[in-house]
């Protein structure tokens, strides 16, 4: 693989995320919705956790380098139709009649239906979460795009050399020209965040934006972003507030990093309010989404060990909540500066 000069970083924080989808449909409207094949893609995408996510269960799907290095290709490609689920359209010229005349329906429904037990689709699980009542319902909003791995199991899997990591600035893409659809990037990414375009036969993914990175414009689904969640620049470049929340305050986190590909995308993990002791009854010191739902999820590296996960995501939510009380006190914190920021210079640093 090509010596990387400089890598591209983003930074999401899941205390601010909406789940409002404005940069999936601002990612979609760019780049998946001409071609045909892409109808199912979604390069970017926000999942509701816990939840299966997008494509189906793809935690489990496998993926990713065994315990030698070695790339892990075992596991079964994703269906389009039962991983990701039929797209469909709303019947909007029944119930709305623009071109006049009675409505023949009366509400919007998608055609054809999903339905069945293994009916599914993007957001199929929207809102839903955990909890067995209201005391200690919870769920937080996960947006994701592809990694840009610092060691990517799909650039090890492809034996065409298709799909690269540019030296310039780290971003991995599939040369389309040399792509003959054999799908073993899709096996060995473990994050499933490559498509299988059925019409073209080949495979694609998220290019970072990449002809505005060169530009020094960030992403479309930072700039676009409704709650100015996500920060965007260069893990060298020490002035970024990239490199600051990542390297110096160390709240941001990998996900998955068990499967040994280093991602380039890091979480701030989300505070929860507390439990109820019963309905309607006190509150607990017991946060609504649990540590060790998060620590499955997110960590520093893959030799992390479980309970290590926890301690770090104890010590990000002491972090924050000791810079949050010196702001409500009067005095200065430069997270809570950084986190709050709203200027997109502060955001994009390229």
């Not at 970083?9 to 789940?19: E, I, P, Q």
């Not at 990612?27 to 998946?32: G, Y």
């Not at 892409?38 to 390069?43: E, K, V």
């Not at 998608?110 to 957001?123: H, K, V």
Request: glycine fraction near 8%; proline fraction near 7%; include cysteine.
């Amino acid at each position: 693989m090509a010596t990387i000069q400089k890598q591209v970083r983003m930074v999401f924080d899941l205390n601010k995320c909406l789940g409002c989808h404005t940069c999936t449909m601002a990612c979609k409207t760019m780049w998946t919705d001409r071609n045909e094949g892409q109808m199912y893609m979604y390069w970017n995408n926000v999942e509701t956790h816990p939840g299966e996510g997008y494509p189906r269960k793809w935690e489990t799907l496998g993926g990713g380098f065994d315990a030698n290095g070695n790339v892990i290709l075992s596991a079964p490609l994703p269906e389009i139709v039962a991983s990701y689920g039929a797209a469909w359209e709303y019947n909007f010229d029944a119930v709305l009649k623009a071109g006049g005349g009675s409505a023949t329906a009366g509400q919007v429904i998608p055609i054809p239906s999903p339905d069945g037990s293994n009916a599914y689709a993007s957001n199929w699980q929207e809102d839903i979460g955990a909890g067995t009542s209201p005391s200690d319902a919870h769920y937080f909003y996960l947006p994701r795009i592809c990694n840009h791995c610092s060691n990517p199991a799909c650039v090890a899997a492809c034996p065409r050399g298709a799909v690269y990591k540019r030296e310039e600035d780290g971003i991995v893409l599939i040369d389309q020209s040399r792509c003959r659809g054999y799908r073993y990037c899709l096996k060995g990414c473990p994050y499933k965040k490559i498509y299988w375009n059925p019409e073209e036969k080949k495979s694609q993914k998220c290019i970072f934006c990449y002809p505005r990175i060169e530009q020094g414009q960030g992403n479309f689904c930072v700039t676009q972003c409704a709650g100015r969640i996500r920060w965007v620049g260069y893990a060298q470049n020490t002035a970024s507030n990239v490199y600051k929340l990542v390297e110096v305050w160390r709240v941001g986190l990998r996900l998955h990093p068990e499967f040994g590909t280093e991602p380039n995308t890091f979480y701030i993990p989300p505070l929860s309010p507390p439990t109820f002791a019963s309905p309607g009854g006190p509150v607990t010191n017991t946060r609504r989404i649990p540590t060790d739902t998060l620590a499955k999820l997110f960590g520093d590296n893959a030799q992390q060990t479980h309970a290590e996960r926890v301690a770090r995501i104890e010590e990000i939510f002491d972090i924050i909540e000791t810079e949050r009380a010196k702001v409500k006190a009067g005095s200065s914190s430069e997270l809570i500066d950084i986190l709050v920021s709203v200027s997109e210079t502060d955001r994009v640093q390229l």
